[in-house]
């Protein structure tokens, strides 16, 4: 039971280049979110997924896009990366309690 | 606007005693909060919750309290060890599905 893993660990890209973030759980739940943590603030969720085929904008949504694949997988994608996007995205599932993966480091210069 | 305030980036705590970690919100329509820890480099972890029909929740040396007139939650550690040194966010939430955070609390726990 791995719970929440997400891939990469770490990412460097350039300005413009675009990337996707995979997610996967394997604790059945319905809802999926994607968070980003900057220095200094909590974590602000930028989509989520209450059910696998639907997906809804949270709180920082501009720059990134989502799929939920299917029940277990929902993944993250940014388009064409800005150095604003350089901070630690995390996935989540749960409802009510949230549990989370690793995380993901990425750097955009 | 923050709804959910930490306002003490950091606390320093003797081995033993008790850590208090404090949370603030503004929106009136929460009805349930959590407390996560966090080590560096990994994802947060659930510590414990309250709903806000109740105004404690215990659960071994954690325990929450929620005081719903004055829109406050503390985190008492008792005692508090090593391990416990951590950044320690509180969430809240009036759905089932979005949590707002706190920006976080740096718990260190001096030997």
């Known amino acids: 039971n791995a719970g929440v893993t997400q891939t990469p660990k770490f990412q460097v890209l350039k300005t413009g280049q675009s990337m996707t973030l995979q997610c996967a759980q394997d604790m059945n739940h319905n809802s999926m979110y994607w968070y980003r943590q900057d220095p200094g603030m909590g974590l602000r969720l930028i989509y989520y997924?209450?059910?696998?085929?639907?997906?809804d904008k949270g709180e920082v949504p501009n720059g990134y896009n989502v799929s939920r694949l299917n029940k277990r997988e929902f993944s993250l994608r940014l388009e064409s990366a800005a150095p604003s996007q350089t901070s630690v995205y995390f996935c989540a599932s749960g409802v009510g309690t949230q549990y989370f993966g690793p995380g993901t480091r990425l750097l955009v210069l | 606007d923050q709804q959910v305030k930490q306002n003490s980036p950091s606390l320093s705590v003797q081995e033993g005693r008790i850590s208090i970690l404090n949370c603030d919100y503004t929106?009136?329509?929460?009805?349930?909060f959590l407390w996560y820890k966090k080590y560096p480099a990994e994802g947060p972890t659930f510590l414990i919750s309250?709903?806000?029909i109740k105004d404690k929740n215990e659960d071994g040396r954690f325990t929450v309290f929620l005081n719903k007139s004055a829109k406050h939650l503390s985190l008492h550690i008792v005692p508090s060890q090593p391990g416990d040194s951590a950044v320690y966010f509180c969430a809240a939430s009036s759905s089932n599905y979005q949590l707002i955070w706190g920006a976080g609390t740096k718990l260190i726990i001096k030997p």
């Open positions: 309250i709903s806000s």
């Open positions: 929106n009136s329509m929460f009805d349930y």
């Open positions: 997924s209450a059910s696998e085929g639907t997906t």
